[in-house]
Nanobody, 123 residues
Framework: VQLQASGGGLVQAGGSLRLSCAAS????????VGWFRQAPGQEREFVAG????????SYRDSVKGRFTISRDNAKNAVYLQMNSLRPEDTAVYYC?????????????????WGQGTQVTVSS
């Protein structure tokens, strides 16, 4: 599986961005996908995850109610809609696929990673 993240950019606090993760590989639709982020000097952290069907999602507490993860298996894509952005959301965002039957929240549980896309939120 190869992943390509896009959609990052510079936005003011309170604004919105929609990240996309495009995947290649027939098995993409069988596995959960996660979004992670990494700010300078910090460890990569789980942001949101979605199971293979889209019927189950998981979020870190600080983004609940603001971010929404979704997927379109027909298009081999996963999205992260980010609303009410805050300066502390500034980071490089990565999408990843886990060869699992559940939605993991740890980086070590993910097997395939895309390159990151920069999100910068100005105050």
């Amino acid at each position: 599986v190869q992943l390509q993240a896009s959609g990052g950019g510079l936005v003011q606090a309170g604004g919105s961005l929609r990240l996309s993760c495009a995947a290649s590989g027939r098995s993409f639709s069988r596995y959960p996908v996660g979004w992670f982020r990494q700010a300078p000097g910090q460890e990569r952290e789980f942001v949101a995850g979605i199971n293979w069907s889209g019927g189950s999602t998981s979020y870190r507490d600080s983004v609940k109610g603001r971010f929404t993860i979704s997927r379109d298996n027909a298009k081999n894509a996963v999205y992260l809609q980010m609303n009410s952005l805050r300066p502390e959301d500034t980071a490089v965002y990565y999408c990843a696929v886990a060869v699992r039957t559940w939605v993991p929240t740890t980086t070590s549980s993910y097997d395939y990673w895309g390159q990151g896309t920069q999100v910068t939120v100005s105050s």
